[in-house]
C-alpha cells in the first residue's frame, strides 16, 4: 500500500453524515481479536458483476476494513484499477467511521486519477485512488463502493477471497442474460459451489483467517482462496475467441496475435546476419540473437491491452527499428531473426514471480503476465533448457527479456511453471525445464592465516554457474563499483566481524551463464583469545549468500525449495606456537530434501575444513516442517561449531 504515502494529496473530504447502511452492518461487526502482527481485518469484500444483452458487463465493488494497529491505517486506501480507452469508472465513495461514530465522507473530486507506473510512458493503466489513510486510526473503519463499466474481453473472470488479511465475509457474484451459463474452478480451498438464482451466480467464504508471512513460503497467490470463473450462452454462440474449451484454443488465438506481426526486411535480416558472422554452430547464433535482444533497452507497451489483452506485439520490424520494447515484443523480434537464420521459434505466453501460479485446469490467457520464446533446436544443441515436445520436437527455452540470465539457462521464478507454446493446432500448455543442482552451483575456495590475537586476513575464490550466477551478476550491472564493493564488504562482515575488503576481481562470464569473484580481505579479533592460552574461531568464515534457517516451532505453510547445490574448501593456517585441541565432528545428513556434509583435518599446521550442500527443488508440505526444520536446525549448528586451538 505504498500509495498511501505517495499519493495523499489535498484531499477534500466532508465530516458530518452517515454512512450507507451497508457499510455500517459492517462496521457492527465483532471482528475478534487476533496476533499483534494483524495489522487490519477485512469485514466485507463484496463483488457484483452484471453482463447485460448489448455486451456491457457492470462491477460494483464494495469493501470495509477495520483498522487495528498503526500500521494498519495504509490500508484505508481505496485503489481502481481501469484502461483509459476501454473502460470506466463511473463511481467511487468512500467514509471513514471513528470509534465515537463520526463519519468522513469521500467522493469523486476527492480521488487522485493517475498512471498505474509512472516509469512506463506507454500504459493504458491508470489508477482512480482515494487515500483515507492519513485521517485514519487504530479502531477506525474505512469502506468505499466503486463502479465500473466495460466490455469484456474474454468471458472469463477470477476472484480472490482475500488478499493477506482476514476476512470476515466475502463475496463475488455474477448475474448474466437469460439463456447464458456459468462456471468456477476453485484454487488452494475446497470446491465453492455457488448459490444459483436464475441466471445469477454467487460464491462466498466466510471467516477467513490472516495469511502468515513465512520465510521460503509459497507466494500468496497459491496460499489464497481464488476461483476463476467461466461464462457464455448456453448454445455457445457469440463465444469464439471468448471462451476456451482447451489449451489448443489458447494457443489457436494467441498465435493470430503473434503470428502476423513477425516480419523481416532488408535492415532486419543484415542486422542478425551480421550478429550471427562468427557463429560455428546454431547454439552460437541464438546465444548472438539473444543477447542483442537481451541488450535491447525495455520499455512496456500495455497499449491496446483491452483488445487483445496485452498479448498482441508490435510488428518485429517496428520493434527493430525503435530500438526498445517489452518483453512480448522482444521475443517477437527474436523469432523474426532466428527465422532469417531458418530457426523456427514460438511466443511462451508464462507467469513471472510465481512457478505454481498457472493451473491446467482453466485454460485461458488471462493466467499470464510475461512472454518468452521456445527455439526449436537440432539434436546438435544441448542445453540444461532443452525441452522434448511431443509435436514440435526440442524446444530450447530462452527469456529473451531478462538480461541476467543468458541463452541457455531460465531465470528459476520460470522454471517448472506452465507456460503456453503458441504453436496454432500443435501448441499448448507445457511444463517448463528446471535446472539440476549442479548446473546452478557456489563453487569455493577459501584460504585464511589467523594470528596469535585472532586477527585474519585471506582470500576467497569464488564461482557461481546457472541462476546462483544471477544475483551476483545482476548487482555487478546495476551498481557503481563503489556500492558494489561494499556489499561484498557487508557480506563479509556477517561471517566476520568488521571484516574490511582488500581486493575483489570479479568476471562476469554470461556466455558461460558463470560469475566469478575473487576477493582479498582482513577481520581484526575473528578468534577470540582467552586465558592467554585458548584461541576459539569459526572456521566458516564467509556464510552462504543466500543462508536461511527455518526456526520457528510452528508452521502454517508448505516450505518451497529451490534447486542448487555449495562446495567450499576452507584452508585455515594456524599460528605459530598453537595446536587443534578440539573440533567438531563430522556432519553427514541426507534427507529427501538434500545433502549436507562437513569434515575437518588437522595436518601441518594448517585446518582443512570441506563443506557441501545439495539442494532438491520442490514443495514440503505442512506435516514434514519438523523434518525439514531438523535438517536446517543441524546445517545451522554445523556452520556454528567452534574450533579450539590451545597454546603449546
Not at 457469440?238 to 489449451?247: E, L, T
Not at 493470430?256 to 547464433?285: F, Y
Not at 482453466?362 to 522434448?388: G, L, M, R, Y
Amino acid at each position: 500500500m505504498f500509495l498511501a504515502i505517495c499519493l495523499s494529496a489535498d484531499v477534500r473530504a466532508s465530516v458530518g453524515g452517515d454512512a450507507p447502511s451497508w457499510l455500517q452492518q459492517a462496521a457492527a461487526v465483532s471482528a475478534g481479536a487476533y496476533e499483534k502482527s494483524v495489522k487490519a481485518v477485512v469485514l466485507l469484500k463484496d463483488q457484483s458483476v452484471s453482463l447485460d444483452g448489448s455486451g456491457k458487463l457492470f462491477t460494483t465493488e464494495r469493501y470495509a476494513v477495520r483498522v487495528l494497529t498503526r500500521e494498519g491505517r495504509k490500508e484505508a486506501v481505496a485503489v481502481e484499477p481501469y484502461l483509459s480507452n476501454f473502460s470506466e469508472v463511473t463511481d467511487l465513495q468512500a467514509w471513514l467511521i471513528a470509534p465515537g461514530g463520526t463519519v468522513t465522507q469521500y467522493g469523486k473530486k476527492d480521488a487522485i486519477d493517475r498512471i498505474s507506473d509512472t516509469d512506463d510512458i506507454y500504459n493504458e493503466l491508470r489508477l482512480k485512488i482515494i487515500d483515507a489513510s492519513f485521517g485514519a486510526d487504530v479502531g477506525y473503519v474505512f469502506g468505499y463502493t466503486v463502479t465500473t463499466e466495460d466490455k469484456p474481453l474474454f468471458y472469463q473472470d477470477k476472484w480472490l477471497f482475500q488478499d493477506e488479511l482476514p476476512t470476515l465475509d466475502s463475496r463475488y457474484t455474477l448475474s448474466l442474460p437469460n439463456g447464458w451459463k456459468a462456471s468456477s474452478i476453485t484454487f488452494n480451498h475446497a470446491d465453492i459451489a455457488p448459490q444459483v438464482n436464475g441466471s445469477s451466480y454467487t460464491w462466498e467464504l466466510r471467516t477467513l483467517p490472516p495469511i502468515a508471512d513465512e520465510p521460503m513460503s509459497p507466494s500468496f497467490l497459491n496460499l489464497v482462496p481464488r476461483i476463476a470463473v467461466n461464462y457464455s450462452p448456453a448454445d455457445n454462440s457469440q463465444s469464439v475467441n471468448r471462451a476456451f474449451a482447451d489449451w489448443v484454443d489458447v494457443s489457436r488465438w494467441v498465435s493470430s496475435m503473434h503470428d502476423p506481426q513477425v516480419v523481416i526486411d532488408d535492415n532486419l535480416a543484415a542486422k542478425t546476419r551480421d550478429l550471427t558472422a562468427g557463429s560455428k554452430s546454431e547454439l552460437d547464433m541464438i546465444r548472438a540473437i539473444g543477447k542483442f535482444v537481451q541488450n535491447m533497452q525495455y520499455i512496456a507497451l500495455d497499449i491496446g491491452v483491452g483488445y487483445g489483452n496485452g498479448m498482441k506485439p508490435r510488428s518485429s520490424t517496428e520493434v527493430f527499428n525503435r530500438g526498445y520494447g517489452d518483453c512480448k515484443n522482444k521475443a517477437n523480434l527474436m523469432r523474426a531473426m532466428l527465422r532469417v537464420m531458418k530457426i523456427e521459434s514460438f511466443p511462451v505466453p508464462i507467469y513471472s514471480g510465481d512457478p505454481n501460479f498457472v493451473r491446467k485446469e482453466w485454460p485461458s490467457p488471462e493466467q499470464f503476465n510475461h512472454c518468452i520464446i521456445a527455439i526449436k533446436v537440432s539434436d546438435a544443441t544441448t542445453a540444461p533448457t532443452v525441452i522434448n515436445h511431443a509435436k514440435l520436437g526440442r524446444l530450447l527455452i530462452f527469456d529473451a527479456t531478462d538480461q541476467f540470465t543468458p541463452v541457455g539457462d531460465l531465470p528459476d521464478y520460470l522454471q517448472g511453471s506452465y507456460g503456453l507454446v503458441a504453436a496454432g493446432d500443435n501448441g499448448g500448455l507445457v511444463e517448463m525445464p528446471i535446472t539440476p543442482p549442479d548446473v546452478n552451483a557456489w563453487n569455493r575456495e577459501t584460504e585464511v592465516s589467523l594470528d596469535g590475537t585472532g586477527s585474519i586476513k585471506g582470500t576467497i575464490r569464488e564461482r557461481t554457474t546457472g541462476q546462483e550466477s544471477r544475483v551476483p551478476r545482476a548487482m555487478f550491472r546495476s551498481m557503481t563499483a563503489g556500492d558494489f564493493n561494499k556489499t561484498i564488504e557487508g557480506w563479509l562482515s556477517r561471517g566476520a566481524t568488521a571484516a574490511k575488503l582488500v581486493k575483489l576481481s570479479p568476471t562476469d562470464r554470461q556466455s558461460d551463464a558463470a560469475f566469478d569473484m575473487d576477493v582479498e580481505f582482513t577481520a581484526p579479533s575473528y578468534g577470540q583469545l582467552m586465558q592467554g592460552r585458548l584461541l576459539v574461531f569459526k572456521p566458516v568464515v564467509a556464510s552462504r549468500s543466500d543462508s536461511i534457517y527455518l526456526t520457528e516451532k510452528d508452521r502454517k505453510h508448505p516450505v518451497v525449495l529451490e534447486s542448487n547445490s555449495f562446495n567450499e574448501k576452507v584452508t585455515i593456517t594456524l599460528p605459530a606456537g598453537f595446536v587443534v585441541d578440539e573440533m567438531p565432528d563430522a556432519v553427514k545428513l541426507e534427507t529427501p530434501f538434500g545433502k549436507y556434509t562437513t569434515s575437518y583435518e588437522a595436518k601441518d599446521g594448517k585446518l582443512l575444513f570441506n563443506r557441501s550442500l545439495v539442494m532438491n527443488r520442490g514443495t514440503v508440505s505442512v506435516d514434514r516442517y519438523n523434518e525439514i526444520r531438523s535438517f536446517f536446525t543441524k546445517m545451522r549448528d554445523a556452520e556454528q561449531a567452534p574450533v579450539v586451538l590451545v597454546r603449546k
